[in-house]
């Protein structure tokens, strides 16, 4: 059964920096492209970031680019988003996601992230 | 970026009802679209991809459609578990946009 775990969530003042992790089980970690996915508040879903399967390429969205930084340990079958220069508007569910593709086809349950003084 | 407008915000149903839900993007992303479900609470889940491909263990009575810029979802015969928020997506080019969703309740 493929899960994905994120961890790593809470409260940040603005100008800080947080680390999610996502833990994946159940399937070849290093077969699949991988991608954070967030939903502020009430909101609908923005992707922020994708890495390719090996860690050789990455992708972001324009607010994040600079700030964020996704990267990989295929050894221990776990992604991670470092965030730094964090702002209010960044506060949201972040989910890991496995590409399918260039879909989304298994989503973690989600780590809140809440940007705050 | 690629804006996607979906319609309608919210829904409501029947029980056994035919719905729809469309997406329109703002240029052609050549089939390039899925389709989500999130329940409250809950992670989106894969229902549809490349406009009309269902994913594994999704039920029949859900169906994608469209090309070009035009794209919807139906459910034919609304169920009670199919209550929840649908999003679409484009994957045609960088940054992936998502539609602003669609609440769908019964009546």
């Known amino acids: 059964e493929v899960q994905l775990v994120e961890s790593g969530g809470g409260l940040v003042q603005p100008g800080r920096s947080l680390k999610l992790s996502c833990a994946a089980s159940g399937f070849t970690f290093s077969d699949y492209n991988m991608a954070w996915v967030r939903q502020a508040p009430k909101k609908g879903l923005e992707w922020v970031a994708t890495?390719?399967?090996?860690?050789?390429?990455?992708y972001y969205r324009d607010s994040v680019k600079g700030r964020f930084t996704i990267s990989r340990d295929n050894a221990k079958s776990t992604l991670y988003l470092q965030m730094d220069s964090l702002r209010s508007e960044d506060t949201a569910t972040y989910y890991c996601a496995r590409h399918l593709t260039v879909y989304f086809d298994y989503w973690g349950q989600g780590v809140m992230v809440t940007v705050s003084s | 970026d690629i804006q996607m407008t979906q319609s309608p915000a919210s829904l409501s149903a029947s029980l056994g009802e035919t719905i729809s839900i469309e997406c329109l993007a703002s240029e052609g992303i050549s089939s390039y679209l899925a389709w989500y479900q999130q329940k409250p609470g809950k992670s989106p889940q894969l229902l549809i991809y490349g406009a009309n491909s269902l994913q594994a263990g999704v039920p029949s009575r859900f169906s994608g459609s469209g090309s070009g810029t035009q794209y919807s979802l139906k459910i034919s015969s609304m169920q009670p578990e199919d209550e929840g928020d649908y999003f679409c997506q484009q994957s045609y080019k960088f940054p992936f946009t998502f539609g602003s969703g669609t609440k769908l309740e019964i009546k």
């Open positions: 890495i390719s399967y090996d860690g050789s390429s990455t």
